[in-house]
Every structure is written in structure tokens, then in C-alpha cells.
């Protein structure tokens, strides 16, 4: 056992923002498991979205985080969906080691008459599309990106489809998002969480093949496919229905206490956490480099009050530009 895992107990809290790694060594189970807590605040707030978008996009997170910090390379992993109900994009990417942002895109008055008639259940806002999930190693490298189809599934379910079309790897996922009121200086104050937990059967005895994980791992290909139907799978499953969507949210909780309750019995091993935070990608010298590339009819169209103003859609920074600095050359 190296120093960045302990059987489960030992470790003290992970807390908010800490994404959880975690083995069930009995079961041939790996996973992660996630309480965002201040993160999202940070980012919902930013944008101060409608309720149904805010809860949409608090999901999108908790899937980002939980796959983005199983990278074991410098890189990022991009969560995006394209769709036709009133929240027709989500989008959501997490830079290693630790960097999360997000933001959602839709139609105020869609959103607001799908409020009035009581349809904001995810699969009504989202509608028919698509999600990709994206894995980005930077320049010279190919990118590795999977998609789903979107046509009346939540995101919970999304993302179990895609492991199963595109990894072939039996994955339960389970999500939680709420708005809480929470006792603050001055008085309660509504705060949001999210939580969630993704478990996957990975068994290497002889009789089943070894596949690769989240993990990272290289796998070692066998003749015989994993079965979803062993035992233990069926198990794990039966453990991960008992969560309560309060547990995954719930402060008072917390991640490792989750899983002491789920796994205890089986000997579980918790690895060190991953602190996750709100940090956007975005600079000047970005943006620069992308007007750059415009023609000077674009650039021209830009100008607002004799400078260009450009705010980053994720973290709502604004930068402005002198037009000079993109005339052309003669």
C-alpha cells in the first residue's frame, strides 16, 4: 500500500471540490466519488442562470470533474452537448491538474415558458442532440472523443452510455444536485451542491479479461469479455442503489463517509483526493490571436465606441482591444 492510499478510515476528510478515488478490491470495482461545493457556487453565480439551466450545468460538473481528473497526462477533458430543446449547449472542460469551467447556453424565453408549463426535467431542456465527450492531449496528438445521442435520456444516463458504447466497461453513475440553505455569517444562505459517484467493474482473475480504466491503465486483453452479470457487479449495483440523492450532496456526509457506508464490509481503499477549482483558461493574448485572424470588415464590425470588447464566455472576464492593433499591414 503506497502513501497515497489508506483503507477506509484512515484518511481524514477530502471535503468540497475534492474528487475521491477509491477501490473495492473484492468486488473488482474502481471508481471516483465528488461533493462540489463552493466550485459551483462560483461558477453558477457568475452567470446567474435560471434554476432548471443552473441544475443542468451543475451536472455537466460533477461528470467533468469525475473523468477529468482520472487523466493521467497533461491535457483536458471537454464535456459538450449540442441540442435542439431551450438549453441547446452545455459546456464544461476540465484542465489538469485541477482546472474546471463551465457555462450553458439558452434560449431565455424557451427556458421560461418550459418553467411556466412545469417541463424542466433535463431531457425536456436538453431535447434531441448529441453529447461529446472529448479527451485533448494538446498540439501532435490526436484527439480521442466519443459521442452519445441525446433523445429523451438525462445526463446520469448519457454518461452510463458511453461507457458502455465506447469503452465496453460495465459503469454505474449516480448524480445529485440541490440548492441548500445553509447557516452563514449574517445569516442562512442558499448555496449549491452536487455530487456524484462513478463506479466500474474492472475484474483481472484469469477467467475474465482485463480492461483498460479510467485509471489509466493499459489493460490486458483476454478471450473472454468481462460479464456484467457476475456477482459482483450485481452487488456493486445493489450497494450504489441504496444511495440516497441527499447522500451525495449532504455537507455533513461527505464522500469518504459515503463510501465507508457502501463498502466497510468489502475492505474498500480510498486514494489520496484531487482538489478541483475555478479556473478559466482565458487570456488577452488568447483573444488577441484569435482577432487576429479576422478580416478587416470583421474587425471593423467589432468596434463598439472606438475599442473591441470581448468577454470570455466562461468566466464572464471582459478585455478590450485598440482596432490599430489589427490593421493591416501595408
Given at each position: ?72 497526462f497533461e491535457g483536458k477533458f471537454i464535456f459538450q ?108 444562505r442558499e448555496h449549491w ?138
Open positions: 500500500m503506497t502513501e497515497t492510499e489508506r483503507k477506509l478510515g484512515e484518511f481524514g476528510f477530502a471535503g468540497d471540490d475534492h474528487v475521491v478515488p477509491f477501490a473495492v478490491e473484492p468486488l473488482d470495482v474502481r471508481g471516483r466519488t465528488v461533493q462540489l461545493g463552493p466550485l459551483l457556487d462560483q461558477i453558477l453565480e457568475r452567470h446567474d442562470y435560471p434554476e432548471p439551466v443552473a441544475r443542468l450545468l451543475a451536472e455537466a460538473c460533477v461528470v467533468t470533474v469525475l473523468l477529468g481528473t482520472s487523466l493521467k452537448t449540442r441540442t435542439d430543446g431551450p438549453v441547446d449547449m452545455l459546456v464544461a472542460d476540465f484542465t489538469t491538474p485541477h482546472s474546471l469551467r463551465a457555462y450553458a447556453r439558452f434560449d431565455a424565453d424557451r427556458v421560461d415558458a418550459a418553467i411556466e408549463a412545469g417541463m424542466t426535467a433535463p431531457e425536456d431542456l436538453l431535447g434531441s442532440g448529441v453529447l461529446a465527450l472529448t479527451i485533448d492531449q494538446g498540439e501532435h496528438t490526436t484527439r480521442y472523443q466519443g459521442i452519445v445521442e441525446l433523445n429523451g435520456i438525462t445526463l446520469e444516463e448519457a454518461a452510463r452510455a458511453y461507457f458502455r458504447q465506447s469503452e465496453q466497461i460495465p459503469t454505474e453513475v449516480k448524480l445529485s444536485v440541490a440548492k441548500l440553505v445553509l447557516p452563514a455569517e449574517g445569516g442562512p451542491r452536487a455530487g456524484g459517484l462513478l463506479a466500474q467493474f474492472l475484474p483481472d482473475s484469469p477467467e475474465r479479461r482485463r480492461v483498460a480504466d479510467i485509471h489509466g491503465g493499459d489493460g490486458d486483453e483476454r478471450d473472454v469479455a468481462v460479464h456484467p452479470d457476475d456477482n459482483s457487479w450485481q452487488e456493486l449495483l445493489a450497494l450504489v442503489g441504496t444511495i440516497e440523492p441527499t447522500e451525495l450532496i449532504d455537507p455533513t456526509v461527505g464522500t469518504e463517509r459515503l463510501l465507508y457506508r457502501l463498502f466497510h464490509e468489502h475492505g474498500a481503499v480510498v486514494y489520496e483526493g484531487v482538489r478541483v477549482i475555478d479556473e478559466c483558461s482565458c487570456s488577452g493574448q488568447k483573444i488577441k490571436g484569435i482577432l487576429q485572424g479576422f478580416t478587416a470588415e470583421e474587425i471593423t464590425d467589432s468596434v463598439e465606441d472606438g475599442v473591441i470588447r470581448v468577454a470570455c464566455e466562461f468566466c464572464s472576464k471582459s478585455y478590450e482591444f485598440d482596432p490599430a492593433e489589427f490593421a493591416p499591414v501595408q
